[in-house]
């Protein structure tokens, strides 16, 4: 199995501070993504949107991560959003519980 590290892109406007992953979202990336989360996390001036569109596996450590952005955010009442969440991914989300706790929708679109 080919390993995909993981890339992040980085996009700030209208209210919106975009992070587009692409790649493998697990325990080895643990300190390459929380460095582009430290950017943003706790402002709460503008939206997190993480467009998960090119994210090829993701591990428990991965999902660790969305629920730590999740709960960061709702307690500094600052809007957190995904996006483009690839299928195999979604079901994951489901099975653990996870989707009925993420947002997804216009607000995610930008």
């Known amino acids: 199995m080919k390993l995909e590290p993981l890339h ?9 501070y ?4 692409s790649g493998e979202l697990d325990l080895a990336v643990v300190p390459q ?4 989360l430290d950017r943003v996390l706790k402002r709460t001036d503008v939206a997190l949107v ?7 596996y993701i591990d428990s450590t991965g999902i660790g991560i969305i629920v730590s ?3 960061t955010r709702h307690s500094i009442q600052a809007p957190f959003y995904v996006r483009n969440i690839p299928e195999r991914v979604r079901r994951l989300f ?17």
């Open 69 to 71: 952005i999740l709960k």
């Open 33 to 36: 993504l929380q460095a582009a």
């Open 94 to 110: 489901d099975m653990t519980g996870l989707s009925g706790y993420l947002k997804e929708g216009e607000e995610a679109e930008a």
């Open 18 to 21: 975009l992070l587009k992953l």
């Open 50 to 56: 993480l467009d998960m569109k090119n994210i090829t």
């Open 8 to 16: 992040i892109e980085h996009q700030e406007s209208q209210g919106r």
